[in-house]
């Protein structure tokens, strides 16, 4: 559902981001099979992970202190980046050039080889999962807990909480996500490391 509703703004985003203006009509859905394909494991690894950690780091307390909350967050996220990362290269291949997922990808492989293929832009993907995963399990309950007293209604509470999580994570992790998206977008080797995409 969320794919078939927010597809068009992560194409809107891949071609603002990679300098190509605005998509066209046509290929505002382009790669969205693949998009959704790679929400079940990567969201399997995050929440996994999240648990297996905050149960081990909880063992004889009662909750996780602000920190190890903080890191089971941003491990988990970095992890669900090893699924996300290929998936959202074969996406963006599909969306700036159309075509099926091989039809996209088989120039790419035949050029750059199966690993970098599928694993270039992998470094700045993991930093922007971390940091938005922060957000989503961390922070985001973090300040809920710190708002407890000031906003006794649990519904502000959250709506709040999320909201101004969600912009400040947004703000951080956006960076990254510009990185990632030249680095998976280009295939003259002109964005070959993260530091020289920055630069």
């Not at 290929?27 to 905050?54: C, D, K, W």
């Not at 988990?76 to 290269?89: K, N, Q």
């Not at 159309?98 to 120039?107: D, I, K, L, T, Y």
């Not at 690993?115 to 989503?136: E, H, L, Q, W």
């Amino acid at each position: 559902t969320m794919v078939a509703v927010m597809q068009p703004d992560f194409t809107a985003k891949t071609y603002v981001m990679s300098g190509n203006g605005f998509p066209p009509v046509s290929r505002l859905y382009n790669g969205a099979v693949v998009n959704a394909i790679s929400g079940g494991p990567a969201e399997g690894i995050v929440f996994l992970t999240h648990h297996l950690m905050s149960s081990i780091l909880k063992t004889g307390k009662e909750e996780l202190s602000d920190m190890e909350n903080l890191a089971t967050s941003g491990v988990s996220g970095a992890l669900g980046s090893i699924a996300i990362s290929p998936c959202e290269r074969v996406m963006i291949q599909q969306q700036l050039h159309g075509g099926s997922a091989f039809s996209a990808m088989r120039p790419v492989i035949e050029k750059e080889g199966m690993r970098k293929a599928f694993y270039k832009g992998f470094i700045p993907s993991t930093y922007r999962d971390a940091i938005f995963n922060c957000a989503v399990f961390g922070l985001n309950e973090i300040t809920n807990r710190r708002l407890e007293k000031a906003l006794p209604n649990k519904e502000q509470r959250e709506l709040i909480a999320s909201g101004s999580v969600g912009t400040v994570i947004g703000a951080l992790s956006t960076p990254f996500d510009r990185i990632k998206t030249l680095m998976q977008s280009d295939v003259q080797g002109e964005y070959e490391s993260m530091s020289q995409t920055v630069k």
